[in-house]
């Protein structure tokens, strides 16, 4: 039995930044040069990954670099007089050495250089293309919403082509992404693909995945174990500077969604925009369905630069379950951070 996997371009840029995944990809290397594991490699995703690394690379040293800050001024502030200079020169000692030799992405981007080196790319051909042109007619997944699949659905047509070349009976083929805006289940289970896509995974011989560890642990548990007891690998918590940005984007969804909910009311006339004189003259009850216009000029631009710095993929419409999912999110990290449960403020 052999595995065969096609692994998004997204999936190995979020290991590559995140420094726990590093026993994992180790892993699929050692599988892969046993002879276990075979990488479909598209030439898009060699591609794409090679536009991207250096920006993950300069997101990731951006991230600690931040993180080291926030130390230190926890340092400055809190620290005993006579311990502060030494943790200091300490804490500037791993700044520069990370900023010197690199950090663990930096291994895991030589790790997955050294994949797609030995791996078999897979060049476009105009079957493919010419498939791809027709779910982009049929607007049928990866282009169910409105923006261009074009390089999803070659990925697509690139699986299917590689399941149907399919020599063993017994070898096992997977997709893996973590792109589940354009290839999950829309509005429910996210580890399920998408309707239009079902009917390529069983579940058993064709797999849709949306975690490589989970696999690569199913098939390797023992070698991954061993190879993170070697790296003395544990699980660190999240930095606070990931818990911050994560807060800071749900924030601002929640925000925008409300925003779109105010905004419809306003069109709709059961909410007014007033001077500020008239909101002044205006009972409390009266209040609730009014807005100063000035304030909501400055909503309006907030929107726009939320709009434009989040980009459309974070923007919604929500479904039910995904909404449930983005408070969730908000109210879990919050509540780490020091807020109590349910504090979904905006």
Avoid at 189 to 207: I, K, M, N, V
Wanted: aromatic share 8%; proline share 3%.
């Amino acid at each position: 039995m052999k595995l065969h996997l096609l692994v998004d371009t997204c999936v190995w840029l979020d290991i590559a930044k995140d420094y726990r995944q590093l026993p994992v990809l180790e892993a699929t290397a050692a599988l892969c040069e046993a002879g276990d594991l075979e990488l479909i490699l598209p030439q898009i995703v060699l591609e794409e990954f090679e536009r991207n690394k250096d920006r993950v690379a300069a997101e990731s040293k951006r991230s600690l670099s931040a993180h080291f800050r926030l130390v230190r001024d926890a340092v400055v502030r809190f620290a005993p007089d006579d311990r502060r200079d030494a943790t200091l020169s300490h804490l500037n000692e791993v700044d520069h050495l990370i900023a010197v030799a690199g950090e663990p992405i930096n291994d895991a981007i030589e790790i997955i250089e050294k994949l797609f080196a030995t791996a078999t790319k897979i060049e476009l051909t105009d079957a493919m293309k010419a498939r791809a042109a027709d779910r982009a007619i049929a607007k049928i997944a990866p282009f169910h919403r409105q923006r261009n699949g074009i390089d999803d659905a070659l990925l697509i047509e690139t699986y299917i082509d590689a399941l149907a070349a399919r020599q063993e009976a017994g070898d096992i083929y997977g997709f893996v992404t973590h792109n589940i805006h354009d290839f999950s289940q829309k509005g429910g289970d996210t580890r399920e693909p998408h309707l239009d896509l079902a009917g390529l995974f069983d579940g058993a011989a064709s797999r849709y995945l949306t975690n490589l560890a989970g696999l690569i642990g199913e098939f390797a548990e023992d070698l991954i174990e061993e190879i993170r007891f070697e790296r003395e690998f544990s699980q660190d918590s999240r930095k606070l500077s990931e818990l911050r940005d994560a807060e800071d984007r749900l924030f601002r969804q929640v925000w925008y969604n409300r925003h779109w909910n105010l905004r419809t009311e306003i069109e709709r006339g059961k909410h007014k925009l007033v001077t500020y004189e008239e909101w002044e003259k205006a009972g409390p009850k009266r209040r609730q369905k009014m807005t100063v216009d000035t304030v909501w000029e400055r909503a309006l631009a907030a929107a726009k630069r939320t709009e434009e710095e989040l980009g459309p993929d974070e923007m919604g419409p929500w479904t039910n379950f995904e909404w449930g999912m983005i408070n969730g999110k908000l109210s879990a990290i919050r509540w780490v951070m020091g807020d109590e449960w349910d504090m979904l403020d905006t």
